[in-house]
């Protein structure tokens, strides 16, 4: 009978283990889809976001990564959005960017001093540790820049288009909406086509009517000529699909609110001159722009 050398098999099973590991965690990275460089660089993953968490004033998706790094007197926060989910931002000098992941740490407004970053009752905010001023969130991108501008931000979804909101919604509402949104070319394009004719049917006293408007996700209202209607409702005619879903229409923003969901309130944002309307979270977590007695 032939007899096996136990050390030789140890060695060559420690062999094949030490080069099959790096394959492993390879295959790992790769599955969960995971950026290398945040790996080497000292981030481990934390969590996943759920319905309703803020960071700072912004609402985040669910089911954005939450990744954390320890660094001097607490650590360092970096947020992974859903596939598709961008995170739209106008800077202070009125540029546009959008940033697929962003970072959060605490300032501290003396030198030297350290803050931490908690999560507490569905907020991620700062925490003093060795601090002796005050400490203040700060937003950053992926290229490590402070995002200033916190009230121009918004989330969007580029796949779910641009889209006009229905009885029973096509694409339901995900995101809360922000002004820069307008500013985006192609909902720029896309309003100011139906608004072509407003200041000279508001001029002449004519009707209007307000309608709603998924943009990537996130709701808003927009006033338009009630003839800038009439293209709309011949479409509709001809598409059996939307003969028992018509589009939300209403006379004016006193027929639009903010329903809270999960919070307190929700405040109905407007821009008379420009024709738009959207909801501001305010100390909602879960704002939804709805129809009055709808």
């Known amino acids: 009978m032939m007899k096996t050398n136990t050390a030789m098999v140890y060695f060559n099973f420690r062999r094949l283990f030490l080069f099959l590991l790096p394959c492993f965690l390879i295959s790992c990275q790769q599955e969960l889809g995971l950026p290398e460089e945040d790996l080497i660089d000292g981030f481990t993953f934390q969590r996943k976001v759920e319905q309703g968490e803020k960071l700072g004033k912004l609402d985040l998706p669910e089911g954005t990564e939450v990744w954390k790094k320890d660094i001097k007197g607490g650590k360092q926060l970096k947020f992974f959005f859903p596939d598709g989910v961008k995170l739209l931002y106008k800077g202070e000098k009125g540029q546009l960017s ?128 009630e003839m800038a209607l009439l293209p709309i409702y011949m479409a509709d005619a001809e598409d059996e699909t939307l003969a028992d879903n018509p589009l939300i229409v209403v006379s004016d923003f006193s027929q639009i609110n903010c329903l809270c969901h999960n919070g307190t309130r929700g405040i109905l944002a407007k821009d008379q001159p420009k024709g738009w309307a959207l909801c501001r979270s305010g100390s909602c977590s879960d704002c939804e722009m709805k129809v009055v007695n709808q």
């Open 98 to 225: 959008s940033f697929a992941s962003i970072g959060y740490k605490g300032i501290c407004t003396i030198e030297g001093g350290g803050c931490d970053v908690i999560f507490f009752r569905g907020k991620y905010g700062c925490l003093h540790t060795t601090c002796e001023g005050d400490c203040i969130g700060s937003f950053t991108s992926p290229g490590n820049e402070k995002l200033m501008n916190h009230e121009e931000m918004s989330f969007i979804n580029p796949s779910l288009g641009i889209s006009y909101v229905r009885e029973q919604p096509i694409v339901k509402r995900r995101y809360q909406a922000s002004s820069v949104l307008f500013e985006l070319p192609e909902v720029a394009s896309f309003v100011s086509n139906l608004q072509a004719d407003l200041a000279e049917t508001q001029k002449a006293g004519q009707a209007t009517a307000v309608i709603l408007l998924n943009i990537y996700g996130a709701e808003v209202a927009i006033e338009v000529p």
